[in-house]
């Protein structure tokens, strides 16, 4: 059976700064464009390589996604924008995983709370009560396909934010 590999990574912190931009709209603040790089160079170092990259349309997390994928060089162009991503539940969120094509092993999601959130202690429960902005997280699990709506066993291999001290060792 196919081992896959799903990493949920929350978008780096926003600005307030600009009152007439609609949610959709906010762009990374200082804090955001600098935290983004550092967990890019945290997957990279845990060698995790997604196959497939698929973000919210908001800006935050499509910057997000476009600055940790320059980080483990996976070409931009191959990016993929969802828009069922934006603001998700749990129950979309699975949706959107189930949906994706089994030929890809490594899928890596960019989104927003509180949906990825309840995905994280979905999938390994009891592990966070917030994830936040910038955090990562990425579980591997045997499967033929996307569906974790029969969640299989999950084996957690990252779980990593800007704030906390930075793994030494690899994921595999």
Known sequence: MPVRTLTIVRHAKSSWKHADLSDRERPLNQRGKRDAPVMGGRIDKAGIRPSLIISSPAVRAFRTAKIIAMQINYPYEFLQREKDLYLASLDTLLDVIGAQDEKFFSLM??????????LVNYLVPGL?????TAGAVAVRFDSEDWSLWTKP?????LHEWPKKEPSNTPAH
């Open 109 to 118: 999601l960019f989104g927003h709370n509180p949906g990825l959130t309840d």
């Open 128 to 132: 966070t009560c917030n994830l936040p």
């Open 153 to 157: 066993d999950i084996e957690l291999i």
